[in-house]
């Protein structure tokens, strides 16, 4: 029985992965955009006006990665323009810096908009709080499987804790419903300085498909420093991985 078991489980393989430095996303996953700007802009204007979340503008061209879904139909309505890579360092420090332009070659993470104590007292340990404000469960997943066995962002030490009075910051998904605004108040009320707070998600980032609607409240982003942004319908477990150990300085964007 136990020598069966052994063959079982070394015909699985590794399932870890070993370099989470080294990943490198299929073809088929839609990261960061390359735009190209062209003199004809018809194909472009027909784009912006299908986006459902208006995240391309242009005149300027823009790509709003904050409010972009990763559709895809942009890239197919306009290929002159815009084209997704599978480079998913896409997290910024700021909401400034997931506006993307032509001839840009990445999301920059600029390190003087990290606050100095962030490095300092987590850069090799941090606890977060995750609160659903209003999500559909789709990033909350993902966020789960940064624990799994494959990712296991554990190693780095960071986690997730139940209580925010055991946590270090507070993630952020969904585009805050009215309902969920006090308690996000009261989870990041709880959670003890200094701390930090992560908008992990499209939704979160700017209510997503659900902006304007008056079912939101998203007031807690205006009166609450956001360290980290993290795009994404939903936002891949290396999103997430990669913006937290960038904020934390683990990594550099290079």
């Known amino acids: 029985m136990l020598f069966s078991k052994i063959r079982v489980l070394r015909s699985h393989g590794k399932q870890y992965i070993p370099d989470?430095?080294?990943?490198e996303l299929t073809s088929e996953f839609r990261g960061r955009p390359v735009l190209t700007d062209t003199r004809d802009h018809a194909d472009l204007e027909r784009a912006a006006a299908l986006c459902p979340t208006g995240a391309i503008a242009t005149a300027p061209f823009?790509?709003?990665?904050g409010r972009c879904i990763f559709c895809g139909e942009c890239a197919r309505r306009a290929p002159a323009n815009i084209r997704f890579t599978n480079d998913y360092r896409i997290?910024?420090?700021?909401?400034?810096?997931l506006v993307m332009r032509p001839g840009q070659e990445r999301v920059e993470f600029d390190p003087a908009a990290v606050r100095p104590e962030i490095r300092s007292c987590f850069g090799k340990a941090l606890q977060l709080r995750q609160v659903s404000a209003g999500g559909d469960a789709s990033v909350e997943m993902?966020?789960?499987?940064?624990?799994n066995v494959n990712f296991d962002f554990g190693r780095f030490g960071v986690g997730f804790t139940a209580s925010p009075r055991h946590a270090d910051g507070v993630?952020?998904?969904?585009?805050v419903t009215a309902n969920m605004a006090e308690a996000l108040d009261i989870c990041y009320e709880a959670v003890a300085e200094p701390k930090i707070v992560v908008a992990c998600g499209t939704d979160a980032c700017s209510g997503g498909l659900l902006a304007?609607?008056?079912?939101?409240?998203?007031s807690f982003f205006e009166r609450r420093k956001v360290d980290l942004w993290l795009p994404g319908a939903?936002?891949?477990p290396m999103i997430f991985i990669d913006g937290i150990r960038t904020l934390l300085g683990q990594k550099k964007r290079e």
């Open 91 to 97: 997290g910024s420090p700021t909401r400034e810096g």
């Open 142 to 147: 993902e966020l789960g499987a940064t624990g």
């Open 234 to 236: 939903p936002t891949h």
């Open 20 to 23: 989470l430095d080294a990943v």
């Open 171 to 175: 993630v952020v998904s969904g585009p």
């Open 212 to 218: 304007g609607s008056r079912a939101l409240d998203r």
């Open 62 to 65: 823009t790509l709003d990665l």
